[in-house]
């Protein structure tokens, strides 16, 4: 029962304003494609391990498969991570601050993730052109390295602009204006 009072909770943890829904939307739906890409992982695995025990020959390039889609995965979770504010915190050191000083600190550490989201797109960028212009492929599968940037220039840009937005919101509560 205390799974579904959270679950709750969490849906009731969505922004109120307009372009607050539409991050934490596009972050859910970015983090459901996550979950199948996951799973589909998954399958390659049992797939590999199945064909291993009985043909003695695991699928070829499996670990590429399984390495391309745990990162594009991974990146997919992060803005509906920190929309949701499911970032490590180290709270033992603030659990004594009064709440504008809580709120300053989340509002810096709001904006310093931006910046780093913000660099990591931009450098995602000149990545993916790097490997498209040198045709840069996996070694067994020879598929493309420059795609699955795509999709994860697409989560940390959509990552800089939760970061932006929790951050303004934060900023509003330390000031005071909400």
């Known amino acids: 029962m205390k799974f579904f009072e959270d679950l709750i909770v969490l849906q009731n943890e969505r922004p109120n304003d307009q372009f607050g829904r539409i991050l934490f939307n596009l972050a859910s739906i970015l983090a459901f494609i996550g979950g199948i890409i996951l799973v589909v992982v998954i399958f390659i695995n049992v797939a590999s391990i199945i064909s291993r025990i009985i043909f003695s020959n695991p699928l070829v390039g499996d670990f ?51 910046i780093i989201a913000c660099f990591f ?48 919101k934060e900023y509003k509560l330390f000031i005071g204006e909400d």
């Open 64 to 114: 590429e498969l399984v390495k391309i889609g745990s990162a594009v995965a991974i990146a997919s979770f992060f803005p509906l991570c920190h929309l949701r504010k499911g970032n490590v915190i180290v709270d033992f050191i603030t659990a004594n601050l009064n709440a504008k000083k809580i709120f300053f600190l989340d509002a810096l550490s709001s904006l310093v993730y931006t």
């Open 121 to 168: 797109t931009w450098r995602m960028i000149y990545g993916a052109q790097d490997m498209f212009n040198y045709s840069e492929e996996t070694m067994l599968l020879q598929f493309p390295v420059w795609i699955p940037f795509v999709p994860v220039i697409f989560s940390f840009g959509l990552l800089s602009f939760c970061c932006l937005y929790t951050f303004l």
